[in-house]
Each structure stands twice: as structure tokens, then as C-alpha cells.
């Protein structure tokens, strides 16, 4: 039993929650009977006094007994109300701490999901470049294979650093708002330079861009490279093999627009507004094969907030996402 409660940990809250809803409407039945119960004994307690006096008047028709019935309907009244009062109470109690244990739960979920996949991150990059330590230590190869070991490493060490420089911008981007720089930047250079990095990637994947040149704008620059390196690496993580993600910059009646359009698998519309949110990753952990720790989109979202920004995920034509970021002028 105390395994099934494991998995299942709404199930206690739910017995819980309706033993005292249940509790609650008991005791206000008991008390409704016994105001009632009182009532009744003492109009006939006043009655039996009444008739002893020798009143040919029925005592129903008399005034203390129709002072006796006014208190007694105050008190069933005022019965009724607080009961229901305080019932409303407690379910609206119940919805909340519901709500939270809910939030909790969901919360605790990310955290395992982030752990799970932050140990394959590191994991993954690091045995790597091991194996191509070991290689050149162990064997002799000629400079064209030492070569491509050596990038392949220096590859393997730059995913690393993107990994840990992701984890720790978003611990700063969480707690700290006022810790950004607020110089002038040349957004066209840095998205150009940015798409350059991942044209060259395993999947096949062309990165088209359609950049207006000379766009400045006060921000941060490692903030909005991160942007952007976040989001385009997102659309490669979600496309199919030999598509083609579109990157846009344009400034359009003083606002700067940054488009970024994928032909991968989509995202459904339940999914739209929760994958912002720092941890989440769509599907399950146990089944998904993109990398990622959650963090990417997060930091995205923080960073427009900040700006004063706005962004905007929608469906591409016939297949994919958008992701569109306004600035203000």
C-alpha cells in the first residue's frame, strides 16, 4: 500500500482532503440536529407550563412561542451560513495546497530530469576527450589524424564550456537583474558570427540568415549572444536532418525584431508557454534523444523580460516553431 502511495502521491491528498470535507459536513449536520433537538424540548418544556397555568390558548399561538421560533431560526440560519462558510473555505484551502503540492512535485520532476541530463552533458563531451588523449598517447598517427583528434576534442571542450557558461548565466539571470551591462552592441555582427558557428554541424543542416547590417542596440553582449546561441541551437536540436533554420534580424518603426524559424518537429500548443520555464525539456526523460538541460529557452525569456522585450512562439509553415523576440526602439 505504502509503495502504491509512493507513486501515486496525490492519492493520500485526495483521502485526506475528503476525510475532513466529509468531517466537516458531519459535524454540521450534528449541530443543525441538536439546535433542532434543543428547540423541540423546550417548547415542550413551555408547553407543559403553559397548559399546568390552565391557557385555553394554544401555545404555538403565543408570544413566547414565537420568540422560542425566531432565536431558533436565527441559530439555524447562522448555522447554515458559517458552515458554508467555512466549507467554502476549506475547499478553496485545499485547491491551493493542492495547486503548490502540484507546482512541487512538478518542480521536483525538472530538478531529477535537469540532474539526469546534465550528468550525460558532462559526461558524454569529458569520455571523449579522453578517448582522444588516450588515442594519440597510445598509438602513432600521422599529423592529419592527430589533427582531427585534436578538433575533435577542442569541439568536444567548447560544448563544455557553452554547458557551463549556460548554467551559470542562469543562475545569475534568476537572481540578479541589475548585473547586465547596458552598452551599445552591434546586434547584426554578433548574430552573423553566431550563425557562422553552427553552420558547420552533424545533422546536415543549413543556417540561412537575412541580417540587416548596422543594427545597434544598448544591452549586454554576452546576454544576447547567449540568445542567440540558445535559440538557434534549439532549432537544430528540434529539426529534421537536411532542413534549413532562417535567422532574421530587421528593425522594423524603431523596434529590433529577431526571427528564428525551424522545419522540425513542432511544438504542441500544450507545450508553448511551459517550455520557457527553467528545467523543462518536451517528452520524457527516459525516451527523449535531443540533449539540452532545460536552461536554453529559460534564459532566453529572462533576458527579454529584462529588456523590457517580447517573445512570441508560433507554428511554421507546413512544419516547425518561430521564435520572434522584439526589443523596443
Known amino acids: 500500500m505504502f509503495k502504491f502511495l509512493g507513486r501515486n502521491p496525490f492519492v493520500l491528498f485526495y483521502i485526506v482532503s475528503g476525510y475532513i470535507l466529509v468531517f466537516t459536513l458531519w459535524w454540521g449536520y450534528l449541530l443543525a440536529s441538536k439546535n433542532e433537538q434543543a428547540f423541540s424540548e423546550k417548547v415542550e418544556l413551555n408547553r407543559v407550563a403553559y397548559e399546568a397555568q390552565g391557557n385555553k390558548m394554544k401555545y404555538e399561538d403565543t408570544d413566547s412561542y414565537l420568540k422560542l421560533f425566531s432565536k431558533y431560526e436565527r441559530q439555524k440560519v447562522m448555522i447554515l451560513g458559517e458552515g458554508l462558510f467555512f466549507l467554502i473555505l476549506q475547499i478553496l484551502g485545499l485547491l491551493q495546497v493542492r495547486s503548490i503540492f502540484g507546482k512541487e512535485i512538478e518542480l521536483a520532476a525538472q530538478q531529477r530530469n535537469f540532474l539526469h541530463s546534465i550528468t550525460h552533458e558532462l559526461k558524454?563531451?569529458?569520455?571523449?576527450?579522453?578517448?582522444?588523449?588516450e588515442t594519440m598517447l597510445k598509438r602513432q598517427l600521422n599529423p592529419e589524424q592527430q589533427g582531427k583528434l585534436i578538433n575533435n576534442a577542442l569541439g568536444?571542450?567548447?560544448?563544455?564550456?557553452?554547458?557551463?557558461?549556460n548554467i551559470l548565466f542562469a543562475a545569475k539571470i534568476e537572481r540578479d537583474t541589475h548585473g547586465f551591462a547596458n552598452e551599445e552592441v552591434n546586434l547584426s555582427d554578433i548574430v552573423e558570427?553566431?550563425?557562422?558557428?553552427?553552420?558547420?554541424?552533424k545533422n546536415g543542416i543549413s543556417i540561412q540568415t537575412d541580417v540587416e547590417e548596422g543594427i545597434y542596440y544598448h544591452t549586454d553582449q554576452v546576454?544576447?549572444?547567449?540568445?542567440?546561441?540558445n535559440l538557434i541551437e534549439n532549432a537544430i536540436k528540434y529539426s529534421r536532418?537536411?532542413?534549413?533554420?532562417?535567422?532574421?534580424?530587421?528593425q522594423i518603426s524603431g523596434?529590433?525584431?529577431?526571427?528564428?524559424?525551424?522545419e522540425g518537429y513542432g511544438i504542441p500548443d500544450t507545450e508553448k508557454t511551459k517550455v520557457f520555464e527553467k528545467f523543462y525539456r518536451i517528452?520524457?526523460?527516459?525516451?527523449?534523444?535531443?540533449?539540452?538541460?532545460?536552461?536554453?529557452?529559460?534564459?532566453?525569456?529572462?533576458?527579454?523580460?529584462?529588456?523590457?522585450?517580447?517573445?512570441e512562439l508560433t507554428d511554421n509553415s507546413p512544419a516547425g516553431s518561430i521564435f520572434s523576440l522584439t526589443f523596443p526602439g
Do not use: C, W
Not at 568536444?156 to 557558461?165: G, P
Not at 536532418?241 to 530587421?250: C, F, G, W
Not at 539540452?292 to 529588456?307: A, M, N, Q
Open 241 to 250: 536532418q537536411d532542413t534549413a533554420i532562417s535567422v532574421s534580424l530587421h
Open 156 to 165: 568536444d571542450v567548447v560544448r563544455l564550456e557553452s554547458l557551463v557558461d
Open 283 to 311: 517528452g520524457s526523460e527516459d525516451t527523449r534523444k535531443t540533449k539540452g538541460t532545460g536552461l536554453g529557452l529559460f534564459i532566453v525569456k529572462r533576458f527579454v523580460e529584462i529588456y523590457k522585450g517580447k517573445i
Open 255 to 262: 523596434a529590433i525584431r529577431l526571427e528564428v524559424r525551424d
Open 223 to 229: 546576454g544576447f549572444t547567449s540568445v542567440v546561441m
Open 193 to 201: 558570427l553566431v550563425a557562422a558557428k553552427f553552420r558547420d554541424n
Open 124 to 133: 558524454s563531451p569529458l569520455s571523449s576527450v579522453k578517448l582522444s588523449l
